[in-house]
């Protein structure tokens, strides 16, 4: 195939002048070989192109590093370069407007579009065609057509849309018609000079409107900017589709154009104002702001970034997914009522195995903590379980464990748990972590159900599909037919399911093993589980309550009495802290005192019939005892006489201070004066005139008290 540059091209002077010959001379040799014929022993690449000067205006064009060097005469050190290191292939092709010269030819090094790659290619495979049937055959001659049918049968496209498609004889014989009428640029098509470059501001009757409207360049600009910004917020306000934005402008555009000065009627306007779909929908991305604040599944699922993780360097347990899943089989309760089973599911982030715990539920009841709590403890007793190091669970309710978690961490604090630092404080403590709230794609476990329920559950009799909408049916328009079977057998099934996942062959990261495969090499590889005893979990999963102390270490729970030996000396002082297991026997109640130290287990309130003696039995045991807790009491104390206590208080606080007198009022100045005499004789009888006056002075003051209380009366 022909490489050609812009640069390697000579024309018919320039290429008399290097090889020191006549233009004459030259002229001719071009035409010999461009006809297929040599120039001195030797074929030149010779084109023709539409130019200046020859038949027609073609002239001849020859590739310089087709010349042999020891032709050239007239060759400069830059010439001699330009030989020895021929240039690369064109670029692009186009023609002047005139069809004068070539132009836009330009070295690979500048390249950078696919579109100017495309014009090589097109370029380079069309000339290699005709240039083979031009230097091959003669015009009008039987062998040029068998030429052109030979070419048409094995010729390929190697370019464009018809890459791969044979090239019809029609289509040969065109481009050599347009090669000799009109050069090696008229066989490819002219790239616009305006390609990429926009045509329009916003439309062409709009922008017509616009232009007889003789605004300046700013304020036109400006009129564009405005309604831009209108189909930018018509998407970001929860316009739903392209019409609907073609419709809503319609209003905004016509008032714009009224407003600065158009003419046009009502009709024409709003046939002015139908915008192109193309332009509407060119500012749909806008919208993710309208799904961003007003639907959070949308943007959660299709449009908020996530980041990926591998489980290359976890172990067996070392990080456990929980969830609560519904499975999609029809069962039939014991009344004949239906339902689905519950299920609480346990994924085994490194070997994605899964531990599941199946319940039916009454109607109208769901899953609640207690029933994961029962599934957790049976996974910690299962040997190819135990503890998990740390807990991947839903923010739902039936994992908010509250209190539970610190006896968790209490469990755990005994095992290898490691610290996480890009977590939450308490997520570090409790050893947990929450998937973010209503966002499912950031639950890991959500992958296990989809592979349970279309590969395995699927297979078991009554399964419905997770569409509640589309129940697979045996028969349409009835219910569908449930498990055969009562809940030991489903129980059996769902084994048989879970077995069967752990078999079964799965990618990610494990490349193509089952959970079981990659369980064998992690024992292989010398893992141990670490299991707990299951009534150890359940006195550290309780429901907590204080309850008072009564005589004989009893307290009430739930309406009945239990009681407790150790809580005698109890009595009347302190509380008990009572915890009920949520898994297990209910009724075997933990009691703990108020630092949260195990005292036992409670036990019923026995009574004795009216007569029994053993009841009085009891009745000295309890009362022997609490005498002995007393005795103990006073032998870790001494009797102390508590008023030598207070006097010894009293003296070391200090005795009661005295204050001096300020002053010294009285109720009357006839009192003072008597009290006055009465401090200065002592001995003195009072006279029998002074006694007078002084009951008159006491009638006096009666009269006025007297007054007072009828006036306030």
């Not at 200090?654 to 002592?682: F, W, Y």
Request: proline fraction near 4%; include cysteine; hydrophobic fraction near 35%.
């Amino acid at each position: 195939m022909l490489s050609i540059t812009q640069n390697n091209l000579l024309d018919t002077a320039s290429f008399a002048q290097l090889v020191d010959i006549s233009i004459r001379k030259a002229r001719a040799a071009l035409a010999n070989c461009h006809n297929g014929k040599t120039w001195r022993g030797t074929r030149l690449n010779v084109l023709i192109n539409k130019g200046k000067g020859g038949k027609s205006g073609l002239q001849y064009l020859v590739q310089r590093d087709s010349i042999p060097p020891q032709f050239l005469k007239n060759v400069s050190a830059h010439d001699a370069s330009t030989i020895n290191n021929p240039f690369p292939i064109i670029e692009s092709v186009n023609a002047a407007a005139d069809n004068s010269a070539i132009t836009d030819l330009v070295p690979v090094k500048q390249a950078s579009t696919p579109q100017v790659k495309y014009k090589v290619d097109e370029f380079n495979f069309k000339l290699d065609i005709v240039k083979r049937v031009i230097n091959e055959t003669d015009q009008y001659t039987p062998e040029r057509a068998a030429l052109i049918k030979e070419l048409a049968a094995t010729a390929r496209y190697t370019y464009g849309k018809r890459r791969g498609q044979s090239v019809s004889e029609n289509a040969i014989r065109d481009w050599i018609n347009k090669y000799e009428h009109g050069g090696m640029l008229r066989i490819c098509r002219k790239s616009r000079n305006d390609n990429k470059k926009k045509r329009v501001m916003i439309s062409k009757a709009w922008d017509k409107a616009v232009k007889n409207l003789k605004l300046n360049e700013d304020d036109q600009l400006k009129l564009v900017d405005e309604l831009k910004r209108r189909f930018k917020s018509l998407w970001r306000s929860g316009t739903p589709s392209v019409p609907t934005v073609q419709l809503n402008v319609l209003s905004f555009a016509m008032h714009q154009l009224k407003e600065s000065g158009c003419m046009l009627d009502d009709a024409e306007l709003r046939s002015t104002c139908k915008f192109p779909e193309k332009l509407i929908s060119s500012f749909s991305h806008y919208k993710l702001a309208n799904i961003h604040r007003n639907d959070a599944a949308k943007y959660a699922a299709k449009h908020t970034p996530r980041i990926k993780r591998h489980r290359n360097n976890l172990e067996p347990m070392e990080w456990v997914a929980g969830d609560v899943h519904h499975i999609d089989i029809i069962f039939q309760r014991e009344d004949g009522s239906t339902c689905t089973p519950k299920a609480v599911a346990w994924l085994d982030l490194a070997t994605n195995r899964t531990f599941i715990t199946t319940f039916i539920m009454k109607p109208g009841e769901m899953i609640r903590r207690e029933h994961v709590l029962e599934s957790f403890v049976a996974m910690c007793a299962d040997p190819s379980w135990g503890v998990p190091t740390r807990l991947y669970v839903d923010r739902g309710g039936e994992y908010n464990w509250g209190e539970l978690i610190e006896d968790l961490c209490k469990l755990k604090h005994n095992l290898d748990v490691r610290s996480f630092d890009d977590y939450e404080d308490d997520t570090r403590n409790s050893g947990m972590n929450r998937s973010t709230a209503y966002v499912p794609q950031s639950k890991v476990i959500e992958g296990l159900f989809s592979s349970l329920e279309k590969a395995v559950f699927s297979q078991v009799k009554g399964f419905i599909g997770g569409d509640r909408m589309k129940n697979k049916t045996q028969n349409q328009g009835k219910a569908p037919m449930p498990y055969q079977g009562d809940f030991e057998a489903f129980e059996n099934s769902l084994k048989v399911c879970v077995d069967y996942y752990h078999i079964k062959g799965q990618q990610g990261h494990l490349n193509g093993d089952s959970p079981i495969q990659r369980f064998k090499e992690f024992i292989a590889g010398g893992w141990r589980s670490t299991v707990l005893d299951p009534e150890d979990l359940a006195i550290a999963f309780c429901k907590k309550a204080f309850r008072e102390v009564r005589p004989g270490g009893v307290f009430s729970w739930a309406g009945a009495e239990y009681r407790h030996d150790s809580l005698i000396a109890l009595a009347g002082i302190r509380k008990v802290e009572v915890g009920e297991p949520y898994i297990g026997d209910k009724n075997r109640l933990v009691l703990f005192d108020e630092a949260g130290h195990l005292l036992g287990i409670a036990e019923p309130v026995r009574q004795f019939a009216f007569g029994d003696v053993s009841g009085a039995g009891e009745q000295s045991r309890q009362a022997k005892l609490h005498r002995q807790h007393v005795y103990g009491l006073e032998s870790e104390t001494d009797k102390l006489d508590l008023e030598n206590e207070m006097r010894s208080a009293v003296e070391v606080m200090g005795g009661t201070p005295l204050a001096d007198v300020g002053n010294i009022i009285s109720i009357s100045e006839k009192h003072a004066q008597v009290a006055k005499e009465g401090r200065d004789n002592p001995n003195k009888s009072i006279k029998q005139e002074d006694s007078d006056k002084q009951f008159e002075l006491l009638g006096v003051l009666n009269k006025k008290a007297e007054a007072k209380k009828q006036a306030a009366g």
